[in-house]
Nanobody
Framework: QLQLVESGGGLVQPGESLRLSCTPS????????IGWFRQAPGKEREGVSC????????NYADSVKGRFTISRDNAKNSVYLQMYSLKPEDTAAYYC??????????????????WGQGTQVTVSS
């Protein structure tokens, strides 16, 4: 059964960077739309970014545009979320998820079929 393995979270200071990784355990990641979501305590889960299969493009939440970059390394079968200029409001548990779709990826969590276990990102001075 396909599983998603996330890594890369941690504690950083405002303005610093982190890179999250998501690796599907089964089929190559390029076969799926993969999204990154986050959920802070007491808040709803929100879509952060996603990358489509077959180079159909990427999407970003307005709150992270210009600071976060999503990318795919097919040789390493991984999808990355590079986060720059982190802010305290970026603090959350971050989850990657897979959407079995032939269309461009979307940032609606309801569309995603399989989720990773999450990795914590804390931005604090």
């Amino acid at each position: 059964q396909l599983q998603l393995v996330e890594s890369g979270g941690g504690l950083v200071q405002p303005g610093e960077s982190l890179r999250l990784s998501c690796t599907p355990s089964d089929l190559p990641s390029e076969y799926y739309n993969i999204g990154w979501f986050r959920q802070a305590p007491g808040k709803e889960r929100e879509g952060v970014s996603c990358i489509s299969r077959h180079d159909l493009g990427t999407n970003y939440a307005d709150s992270v545009k210009g600071r976060f970059t999503i990318s795919r390394d097919n040789a390493k079968n991984s999808v990355y979320l590079q986060m720059y200029s982190l802010k305290p409001e970026d603090t959350a548990a971050y989850y990657c998820a897979v959407h079995y779709s032939f269309s461009r990826c979307v940032l609606s969590s309801k569309e995603y079929d399989l989720w990773g276990q999450g990795t914590q990102v804390t931005v604090s001075s």
